[in-house]
T-cell receptor, first 115, second 117 residues
Framework: GDSVTQMEGPVTLSEEAFLTINCTYT??????LFWYVQYPGEGLQLLLK?????DKGSNKGFEATYRKETTSFHLEKGSVQVSDSAVYFC??????????????FGKGTLLTVNP | GAVVSQHPSRVICKSGTSVKIECRSL??????MFWYRQFPKQSLMLMAT?????????EQGVEKDKFLINHASLTLSTLTVTSAHPEDSSFYIC?????????????FGDGTRLSIL
């Protein structure tokens, strides 16, 4: 079945540092890929998405490129801020209609950014 | 952007009580809604998928009679935890997906913290 493997945390960075959170996936078809962010005590917010190979999703300075050849969707940000501290989830969506487009999540990576 | 409202945000109640959690899509029609459970410092576990007007599809190991799901309209789904016990204490999150094409993302509510005493 489908699966998502993401970098285990926690990740601790200083403000303005470069961030990479690795994510790789296995899927039978051509899924859509997502990064979600969860702030403490809250639900998940969609951070960015990519729906086909070589697409780049971007939002709030975060970027991720859908790499079919390496089955990866790594999250990057050039300069993190304290407010970026949260848990980040990589996810894929099975696009087959019978699956109801269920999301498969990675285990999440806790990011802490210190001032 | 798309907004999903989940209510209540926190519930504390006695063992044996039934608890209802509502999930509403505020500015779009949600053909499909999903219910997740999240344990501390863990990922989301999909409990069930509900389509408007039909019975929910439960994931393996999730008790249908324990977690009742109703999706009576395109903007509302409810999860009822029946006769809740302390082991049901958890963070429950719903999500909703629009019906405009296959690339629609899921939009999540803010979650419900359920504590059973």
């Amino acid at each position: 079945g489908d699966s998502v493997t993401q970098m285990e945390g926690p990740v601790t960075l200083s403000e303005e540092a470069f961030l990479t959170i690795n994510c790789t996936y296995t899927a039978t078809g051509y899924p859509s890929l997502f990064w979600y962010v969860q702030y403490p005590g809250e639900g998940l917010q969609l951070l960015l998405k990519a729906t086909k190979a070589d697409d780049k999703g971007s939002n709030k300075g975060f970027e991720a490129t859908y790499r079919k050849e390496t089955t990866s969707f790594h999250l990057e940000k050039g300069s993190v801020q304290v407010s970026d501290s949260a848990v980040y989830f990589c996810a894929l969506s099975d696009l087959s209609g019978g699956s109801n487009y269920k999301l498969t999540f990675g285990k999440g990576t806790l990011l802490t950014v210190n001032p | 952007g798309a907004v999903v409202s989940q209510h209540p945000s926190r519930v504390i109640c006695k063992s044996g009580t039934s608890v209802k959690i509502e999930c509403r899509s505020l500015d779009f029609q949600a053909t499909t809604m999903f219910w997740y459970r999240q344990f501390p410092k863990q990922s989301l576990m999909l409990m069930a998928t509900s389509n408007e007007g039909s019975k929910a599809t439960y994931e393996q190991g999730v008790e249908k009679d324990k977690f009742l799901i109703n999706h009576a309209s395109l903007t509302l789904s409810t999860l009822t935890v029946t006769s809740a016990h302390p082991e049901d204490s958890s963070f429950y999150i719903c999500s909703a997906r629009g019906n405009r094409g296959s690339n629609q993302p899921q939009h999540f509510g803010d979650g419900t913290r359920l504590s059973i005493l």
